[in-house]
């Protein structure tokens, strides 16, 4: 079975920027997968911020950016602020409707 | 506004079947742009799909657990509903259900998954 792949926990300095990416246990992620990225704060549900690998989610600010590096899809985040910590998810499209979650990372910004 | 709201049994026994019901409203789920599903999120730990619907009927099972799940939708209600059967402490988790906008015009496809979430319902499996 596949596995989507991504770091556990991320370190960034207040300011700084930080590169979390989204990979496959087999194989390159590219944009037929359909990268997307979710943000998700204690007891919330979560937020989408990027779709289709690079399409901000309305009212998301431009911080946040979707590419693919290498063979991972990845999520930018320019001038880190306090309340960007939380946990991230992505997830891609497999095909015939089935969808993978990744393990997610924590980001810890200090 | 488009909202999604989740409803059940918040306790659940072992070997017995988990049943979901999820609300929507401020919108129709026979629109055609549009699939339904459900995530669900053991405390402390990841995300996990687990099924999608279209209104017309069509389904889509998580691998792993397609031998228990059964995903169903009630268009004239508004609503769609879980079905997981053969519980175990395993599949104790905050449920939510979600919408997936996907249509394809003359850019292309345009896939949103999950763009609309429910608050979540925590379902705990235990005797």
């Known amino acids: 079975q596949t596995v989507v792949t991504q770091e556990p926990s991320f370190s960034v300095s207040p300011g700084g920027t930080v590169t979390l990416t989204c990979g496959l246990s087999?194989?390159?992620?590219?944009?037929?997968?359909?990268p997307t990225w979710y943000q998700q704060t204690p007891g919330q549900a979560p937020r989408a911020l990027i779709y289709?690998?690079?399409t901000r989610s309305s009212g998301v600010p431009d911080r946040f950016s979707g590419s693919i590096l290498g063979n991972k899809a990845a999520l930018t985040i320019t001038g880190a602020q306090a309340d960007d910590e939380c946990d991230y998810y992505c997830?891609?499209?497999?095909?015939?409707?089935?969808?993978?979650f990744g393990g997610g990372t924590k980001l810890t910004v200090l | 506004q488009l909202q999604l709201q989740e409803s059940g049994p918040g306790l659940v026994k072992p070997s017995e079947t988990l049943s979901l019901t999820c609300t929507v409203s401020?919108?129709?789920?026979?629109?055609?742009?549009?699939?339904w599903g459900w995530i669900r999120q053991p405390p402390g730990k990841g995300l996990e799909w687990i099924a999608s619907?279209?209104?017309?009927?069509?389904?889509y099972y998580n691998p792993s657990l397609k031998s228990r799940i059964t995903i169903s939708v009630d268009t004239s209600k508004n609503q769609f509903s879980l079905r997981l059967s053969s519980v175990t402490a395993a599949d104790t988790a905050v449920y939510y259900c979600?919408?997936?906008?996907?249509?394809?015009?003359?850019?292309?496809?345009?896939?949103?998954?999950?763009?609309?979430w429910g608050q979540g319902t925590l379902v705990t499996v235990s005797s």
């Open positions: 997830v891609l499209y497999m095909g015939s409707g089935i969808s993978v």
């Open positions: 979600a919408r997936t906008t996907y249509y394809y015009d003359s850019s292309g496809y345009t896939r949103r998954p999950f763009d609309y």
């Open positions: 289709s690998t690079n």
């Open positions: 401020g919108g129709s789920i026979s629109s055609s742009d549009y699939y």
């Open positions: 087999s194989g390159s992620v590219s944009t037929s997968y359909y």
């Open positions: 619907i279209y209104y017309s009927g069509s389904t």
